[in-house]
Antibody, heavy 110, light 110 residues
Framework: QPQLVQSGPEVKKPGASVRVSCKAS????????ISWVRQAPGQGLEWVGW?????QGRVTMTTDTSTNTAYMELTGLRSDDTAVYYC????????????WGRGTLLIVSS | QSALTQPASVSGSPGQSITISCTGT?????????VSWYQQHPGKAPKLMIF???NRPSGVSNRFSGSKSGTTASLTISGLQTDDEADYYC??????????FGGGTRLTVL
């Protein structure tokens, strides 16, 4: 069955960088695009994008079609980047997410 | 892009019906029918409940329904069950070709 498997939790210091992965299986990877959504502790969902739409140019999103894996790299980490980061699948141009990863917890702390 | 406006909380008794509103602008859900709703239980990934305003994915109970009028979309849950207790988020496409979530609504089943 289709699934998205994300990498494990990360603890980083302010100013550092992090790369989160999201490996897809059980469906044709090219038929869908992967978006990233984050959720700060106790807060709501925030769409991060599927390329670098948000986060002031600090985020880079890539995909490796040879391994069906999407990556999100966030640089210049700040404490307010502490959140659970979800990858989510969208059939191109449908503008909704029908499959989600379980999330990757990122803690940014000195 | 500001978040769509949802009530912070709603409540209902088992068997009752409740409606959660999601208010946007003519730059997002007022001008597009790309509105979706997600259910999130504590510590879990969001789950798609409604897409394109009023369509249910396969496997979602027909107790969940969606509608839209002007710049306000609504999610109605009929025959409330204890397992419906969760956070609910709306999501809309915007005129900037981005996506924006609502702030989220906590549903309590009394």
């Amino acid at each position: 069955q289709p699934q998205l498997v994300q990498s494990g939790p990360e603890v980083k210091k302010p100013g550092a960088s992090v790369r989160v992965s999201c490996k897809a299986s059980g469906y044709r990877f090219s038929t869908y695009r992967i978006s990233w959504v984050r959720q700060a502790p106790g807060q709501g969902l925030e769409w991060v994008g599927w390329y670098a739409q948000n986060l002031q140019g600090r985020v880079t999103m890539t995909t490796d079609t040879s391994t069906n894996t999407a990556y999100m790299e966030l640089t210049g980490l700040r404490s307010d980047d502490t959140a659970v980061y979800y990858c989510a699948r969208e059939s191109w141009g449908t503008w909704y997410f029908d499959l989600w990863g379980r999330g990757t917890l990122l803690i940014v702390s000195s | 892009q500001s978040a769509l406006t949802q009530p912070a909380s709603v409540s209902g008794s088992p068997g009752q019906s409740i409606t959660i509103s999601c208010t946007g602008t003519n730059s997002d859900l007022g001008n597009y029918d790309y509105v979706s709703w997600y259910q999130q239980h504590p510590g879990k990934a969001p789950k798609l409940m409604i897409f394109d305003v009023s369509n249910r994915p396969s496997g979602v109970s027909n107790r969940f329904s969606g509608s839209k009028s002007g710049t306000t979309a609504s999610l109605t849950i009929s025959g409330l069950q204890t397992d419906d207790e969760a956070d609910y988020y709306c999501l809309s496409y915007t005129s900037s070709s981005t996506l924006v979530f609502g702030g989220g609504t906590r549903l309590t089943v009394l």
